[in-house]
C-alpha cells in the first residue's frame, strides 16, 4: 500500500510540469487570439473615427513599468492625443510626448483606468504637431490581468 501510494506520488509530481506547460501554451494561444480580434477592432476604429492607432504596449504585471511608443514624422501631424486601456485595469502615472523639434509635453495624467475604458481626449499645444516618441510610467493593478495601452491620435 505504501509503495502504492509513493509510486501515484511520484506520477503526480512528475505530470504537474507537463500540465503546468500545457496550461500556460493554452493562455498563450488565447491571448494571441484576442489580440487580433483587437487589431482586426482597432482597424475599423480608425476607418470609422479619424484617430489614428499609433501604438500599444502590453504592461508586464508586478511593479511599475515603463515603455516608450515611437512615432516617426510618416505618421503625420496630430493636434489631439487620447489613451485607451484594454484587457485589465492600470494606473497611469506619467505620460511624456516628445515632439518633432524635441520640445515635450506632459499632461496631467496620474489616472487609474479600469477595464477597456479611454482617457479624455488630451489637446496638444501649438496646433498640429510632429509626435516624435511617447512615454509612459503605469502599474497594473492587482488581480486584474495584463493590460494593453493603446495611443490614439487624429
Given at each position: 500500500?505504501?509503495?502504492?501510494?509513493?509510486?501515484?506520488?511520484?506520477?503526480?509530481?512528475?505530470?504537474?510540469?507537463?500540465?503546468?506547460l500545457a496550461q500556460a501554451?493554452?493562455?498563450?494561444?488565447?491571448?494571441?487570439?484576442?489580440?487580433?480580434?483587437?487589431?482586426?477592432?482597432?482597424?475599423?476604429?480608425?476607418?470609422?473615427?479619424?484617430?489614428?492607432?499609433?501604438?500599444?504596449?502590453?504592461?508586464?504585471?508586478?511593479?511599475?513599468?515603463?515603455?516608450?511608443?515611437?512615432?516617426?514624422?510618416?505618421?503625420?501631424?496630430?493636434?489631439?492625443?487620447?489613451?485607451?486601456?484594454?484587457?485589465?485595469?492600470?494606473?497611469?502615472?506619467?505620460?511624456?510626448?516628445?515632439?518633432g523639434d524635441g520640445q515635450?509635453?506632459?499632461p496631467g495624467t496620474r489616472?487609474?483606468?479600469?477595464?477597456?475604458?479611454?482617457?479624455?481626449?488630451?489637446?496638444?499645444?501649438?496646433?498640429?504637431?510632429?509626435?516624435?516618441?511617447?512615454?509612459?510610467?503605469?502599474?497594473?493593478?492587482?488581480?486584474?490581468?495584463?493590460?494593453?495601452?493603446?495611443?490614439?491620435?487624429?
Amino acid at each position: 500500500m505504501k509503495r502504492r501510494l509513493a509510486l501515484v506520488s511520484l506520477v503526480s509530481l512528475a505530470l504537474a510540469p507537463a500540465s503546468a506547460l500545457a496550461q500556460a501554451g493554452r493562455r498563450r494561444r488565447q491571448e494571441r487570439r484576442e489580440e487580433r480580434h483587437d487589431d482586426v477592432q482597432d482597424r475599423v476604429a480608425e476607418a470609422m473615427t479619424g484617430w489614428t492607432r499609433l501604438g500599444e504596449r502590453w504592461v508586464q504585471p508586478g511593479g511599475v513599468d515603463h515603455d516608450v511608443i515611437v512615432v516617426t514624422a510618416a505618421e503625420g501631424t496630430f493636434r489631439q492625443v487620447a489613451l485607451r486601456v484594454e484587457h485589465s485595469a492600470l494606473e497611469l502615472f506619467d505620460v511624456t510626448i516628445t515632439f518633432g523639434d524635441g520640445q515635450t509635453f506632459s499632461p496631467g495624467t496620474r489616472l487609474v483606468f479600469g477595464r477597456d475604458t479611454p482617457s479624455r481626449t488630451i489637446d496638444l499645444p501649438g496646433g498640429n504637431r510632429v509626435i516624435r516618441r511617447v512615454d509612459f510610467r503605469y502599474a497594473n493593478l492587482p488581480g486584474g490581468g495584463r493590460a494593453q495601452l493603446e495611443l490614439w491620435a487624429r
